[in-house]
């Protein structure tokens, strides 16, 4: 078969497309917001409500007792834009209010109705099929009235007071969760439980029946509404496994698409869902054939899962075209889950076509419906309608061009630029929140990175972690993913990489790398540092003794300088190593560096004796920069990332050094012979030794995220090593 390009199916036989759609679904009730305009203070009712709903609340009703029907409507309309779909809002009582906004274009999807306000018959009549009613009830004459309305007629019972409460002026008696209980098990439609809940209260209250349980202050008075949200979602039991949608084409060899998401959102903890945009006939060598399915039928695979399943998180990549664009965009802004994560694929790795020319327009139009976007440097380019950026720099301030444009994060790839750094960043509208230095992995197992990354995020995110840290552990489980994407052997083109591998060698989601892992990760992570080191005229004229000594002598005023404070931060490490031999280990090193190597610097720059020259020099940018990197790590405070910035100075030198030594041959008449010897004594070798176990130990024993942050600080503690050595310029 050829490649046909992005030809549209015409409508088969065996599309069918059947949709009763259901109101409500199982948990969208959990966490009910009822909004206050005093509890939410200065910063107002719609800030709160953005909050809760980033949080996980998917169910919000507007309650101003005070307010006139106009101002209901001006808040109705803003919050409908606030909430964009995220969450499912009523008002409380003002039914013209709601006719009124609906007029306006806003999306209220029904209302709350008291014992005395309008009845739910009128309000099912006016409103329509589709429309939200629920109803206060306490007593069991309220239950039997319930029961007597034509079935339909009201979708949820809101039951209470539990506690007392002050947001309800004359509340009934308060009901105490047994007498919720009793209500619940003889109520026909869902209950759930209001007044004066806290988060003590909730998972008592989904014991006795609740379907879910909705609160005023405990999210309108809370500092932070999203954290508050959260805390009540887990305690409802709704903080487990995300569950994420990935809405993509398929490819057959397994390696990129709904296939990699699939494993993908598996490996970072999630339960993956997968709606179908296109079929590719692709395997590790290229696209032969796109085949798209009616977007009707996308669309009814969308609504198949959102009319019954809660959606933690969408994320979004192949679209083939404008018309399967618009339906995800019309599908979007009614159901928008809290995390939408779009990989804008154009391009597969094999460089063919994944999306019609003519599309990328209408893909522009779906960017600010999403949170993060991860476009690949080509891609960014095309999204920014500018040309590819040629520099890092270039593509950062890209970026956040099109972070400004669209609301929505943008993660920059750097895979694309070239050479041997394959750098990621995360940047919003000001600029970069975070950058990720990471070198490139020689492998042609790169089939559907992309994909994986994305898939991974939105995962991640779900799973309530703060996008940066988010980025940091998707991207140390990828790369452990594409270092063992070779072994899987599958095709002979770019292949796959291995998903589950952190998971098979060690049978454990939680299971961490080994030591020697580590080792060999964070080693070959500094590989390029280390040869732009090797490189260094400084250091090949050091080992063939051509060295001026005067470069030499400024060489060690600065390492004297360093040398000094280097071991007050060997000291620190000391004072919080949290076990006693460590504690001794930095202690050792600490003295090592005073009196076996500073006294050596000291006896070669002042040979009358110790202090006099020593100190002398005014430290040069890259001394002081490297001691306040390794300051930073100190007052930190976490033991783990302080001793990591440690470590390259005993490895980074004892393998500097030892190279060096064998390249002088020994000689004893050799100019710097004394400094060649200090580096490649086997006592230093074997200190070097213990750092690397004792850092490399505690990094297996850490959290992803520690564990990413002190590869990072290891990583710049490296590239001070070669700004330190470079500075002697020569
Ligand atoms: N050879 C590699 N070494 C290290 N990281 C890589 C390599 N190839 C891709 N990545 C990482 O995989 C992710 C996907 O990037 P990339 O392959 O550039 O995107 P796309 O597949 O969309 O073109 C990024 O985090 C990137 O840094
Ligand atoms: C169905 C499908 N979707 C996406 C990609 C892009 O893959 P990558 O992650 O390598 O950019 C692909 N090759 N096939
Ligand atoms: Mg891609």
């Known amino acids: 078969m ?4 992005l030809a549209t199916a015409p409508r088969s036989a065996s599309t069918f497309l059947a949709a009763p759609r259901r109101r409500l679904t199982a948990d969208d009730l959990a966490l009910y ?32 007792k005070d307010a006139d029907d106009a101002s209901i409507v001006e808040q109705l309309v803003e919050l409908s834009e606030v909430i964009a779909g995220r969450a499912l809002l009523v008002v409380d009582d003002r039914l013209d209010a709601v006719v009124e906004a609906r007029r306006r274009g806003a999306r209220v999807d029904g209302i ?12 099912r009549s006016v409103l329509g099929p589709d429309a939200i009613v629920g109803l206060t009830a306490h007593t069991p004459a309220h239950l039997d009235a319930v029961r007597a309305l034509p ?15 002050s947001t309800k002026a004359d509340h009934p008696a308060p009901l105490g969760v047994a007498g919720f209980a009793a209500f619940a098990a003889a109520s026909p439609l869902p209950c759930v439980a209001i007044g004066g809940i806290e988060r003590i209260d909730v998972a008592a209250l989904r014991a006795a ?9 405990a999210l309108c008075a809370a500092p932070d509404p999203r954290v508050a949200a959260r805390k009540l979602l887990r305690a409802w039991g709704a903080g487990g496994v995300p569950r994420v949608l990935s809405i993509a084409g398929s490819d057959p060899s397994g390696g990129a698409g709904i296939q990699a998401d699939l494993k993908a959102i598996a490996a970072n903890g999630g339960y993956g869902m997968a709606a179908i945009t296109a079929l590719t006939a692709q395997n590790t060598r290229g696209v032969r054939g796109v085949h798209v399915p009616p977007a009707e039928f996308l669309r009814a695979q969308l609504d198949a899962i959102s009319d019954d399943v809660r959606i933690d998180a969408v994320k979004i990549g192949m679209l083939a075209g404008s018309a399967v664009i618009a339906e995800v965009g019309s599908w979007l802004r009614e159901h928008r889950p809290p995390t939408v994560v779009l990989d804008p694929v154009m391009i597969a790795t094999s460089g063919d076509r994944l999306l019609d020319s003519e599309a990328e327009q209408a893909l522009r139009a779906l960017l600010p419906l999403a949170d993060l976007l991860t476009p690949n440097l080509p891609e960014l380019a095309v999204l920014a309608r500018e040309p590819a950026a040629t520099s890092w720099t270039g593509a950062l301030a890209q970026a956040q061009r099109l972070s400004a444009e669209t609301g929505a994060l943008v993660l920059v790839k750097g895979g694309h630029l070239g050479g041997d750094e394959a750098p990621d960043a995360l940047v919003g509208p000001s600029g970069p929140v975070r950058e990720y230095p990471g070198s490139r992995i020689r492998t042609a197992s790169t089939h559907g990175t992309g994909c994986s990354l994305s898939a991974g995020l939105a995962t991640r995110r779900a799973a309530d972690h703060d996008w940066r840290d988010a980025v940091a552990e998707v991207r140390s489980w990828l790369r452990e993913s594409i270092v063992a994407g070779a072994g899987l052997q599958v095709g002979s083109g770019h292949g796959p990489v291995s998903h589950f591998a952190g998971l098979w060698r060690r049978g454990g989601l939680d299971a961490a790398p080994g030591r020697e892992a580590i080792a060999a990760e964070w080693w070959s992570s500094i590989a390029p540092i280390r040869r732009a080191i090797d490189d260094l005229p400084f250091l090949q004229r050091l080992a063939d003794g051509s060295l001026p000594e005067a470069s030499f002598r400024w060489y060690l005023a600065q390492d004297a300088l360093y040398l000094r404070d280097y071991a007050r931060t060997l000291a620190e490490a000391s004072r919080i190593a949290p076990d006693s031999a460590e504690q ?9 560096s005073v009196i076996g190597e500073l006294q050596l610097h000291a006896s070669m720059l002042s040979p009358e004796g110790v202090g006099d020259e020593t100190f002398r020099a005014d430290p040069a940018p890259a001394t002081v920069a490297y001691l306040d990197h390794l300051r930073g790590a100190a007052f930190d405070g976490d033991y783990r990332v302080l001793i990591a910035a440690l470590l390259p100075c005993f490895w980074i030198y004892a393998d500097v050094g030892t190279r060096l030594h064998a390249q002088a041959g020994g000689d004893p008449a050799h100019p710097f012979a004394s400094w060649l010897d200090e580096y490649a004594d086997p006592r230093f070798a074997e200190a070097t030794e213990e750092a ?26 490296s590239e001070h090593e070669r700004a330190f050595f470079a500075a002697a310029g020569l």
């Open 2 to 5: 050829t490649p046909t390009g």
């Open 33 to 64: 917001l009822v909004t206050d305009p005093v509890l939410s203070g200065a910063r107002g009712v719609a800030a709160v409500v953005d909050a809760a709903v980033a949080g996980g609340v998917r169910f919000v009703q507007l309650r101003d």
């Open 112 to 123: 709350h109705l008291g014992q005395s306000d309008a009845s739910p018959l009128l309000a």
């Open 151 to 165: 079935s339909g007629t009201v979708d949820y019972l809101g039951v209470g007071v539990i506690h007392p409460t």
């Open 209 to 217: 029946g609740a379907a879910g349980v909705a609160v005023v202050s």
């Open 584 to 592: 001794a280990f930095w202690a050792h090193s600490a003295e090592q």
């Open 692 to 717: 690397i176990r004792i850092v490399t130990a505690r990094a297996a024993a850490a959290d992803v995220q520690t564990r990413e942050r002190m590869r990072i600080a290891f990583v710049r503690s």
